[in-house]
């Protein structure tokens, strides 16, 4: 009804149904098959088999669907239309197709991930002008990748880093790799080469840890290393090579890093003529740093404020923000008392500006 009042002007239709493709009604599919023509967007958050998704659709700039879809040669009536933006949940994508010509934006996976031929490999042949790419899979895209590249987002459980250097994304202005821990190298100073701004998070609910760069010309880069508790691989020495490595972090005005990164790192001796502003994490529970939180007596272990004592071999700094992070109690008057032991030895190397957080406003006071 309301398609047959809207005379001749574009529509954008939006659905959604969680369940099969039987709940949809058969008037609902024949509609869409009528008004093809007159599309603009088609977000349909269902079953989406029940269509023919091969008849023409000259006007249709959006395409997205949760569900699992393998695109045929005559996608759209098989010839190059409006399409810009094409977002799937799960993507088999064919040897050619003339509609993915003309998309910018394409998001694209397959749940689990695997090796198996979805015809990834094709898809910079496919899509040659993409400027947002959003890919989960294990076999990805052979390059070399679009110039017109602008945002880029890859997750799978492969090695991602030679990627970077392989489709030359050191122009893109926003580049995410997230990667699981199996056959990673940690080695990511090329990856963050010329940050300005440089964090390293512990994501412990999620298990992962995030590095986010910002680089000149707006520039940002975020690598994310998954499901590496519990194995073989260490993630603290490859984080502290990383801070070790001049070149790359010579021109790095803030640096944001849990306290067990920061303290060897600055036992090296490391060269960060630049830095003017340091934040620093403090973890009492922390996987990563051998201190683990004894459930079964409900004992968490006590705050490490030693390694606060290399702070001597930071250079000049401007602010220095100490950031606590409790596991379960909030920390206490005792545990304020042992920073500020720590922190008054240190004398001049300490900046005027000190910010502390994470304790509760009776013990700060």
Known sequence: MA???SRQLPLDLEYSERYGPDTICQSIVDAVHRYMPRLRSFKWISDIRRFNLCLPAPQLREFCSEWAYTIPRDFLGGSAGALRVLHLGEAKFPVECPALATVTDLRAGCPGYGCLDLGFRRIFDLCPRLEILDLHYDVLPAGPAPRTLRKVSLEARRNLLPLYKEWELEPVADVLLSTGALNVDFKISTFISGALDLSVFYMYYDSQVRIVAQLPGARLRTYICREFVGSSLEPIPALIDMLLDGPAVSEMHTLTVPLGVLGPALAAMPRWPSLTRLSVHIYQHSKFEGRHYDYYHKIPPRFEWRPL??????????????RVHPSGASPTLEDARDLAARLVPLGRSIPREVHV???????SR
């Open 3 to 5: 398609a047959s009042r």
């Open 357 to 363: 957080h994470g304790f509760p406003e009776d013990v």
């Open 309 to 322: 004592a290399l702070l001597r071999n930071a250079p000049p700094l401007e602010t220095l923000d100490i």
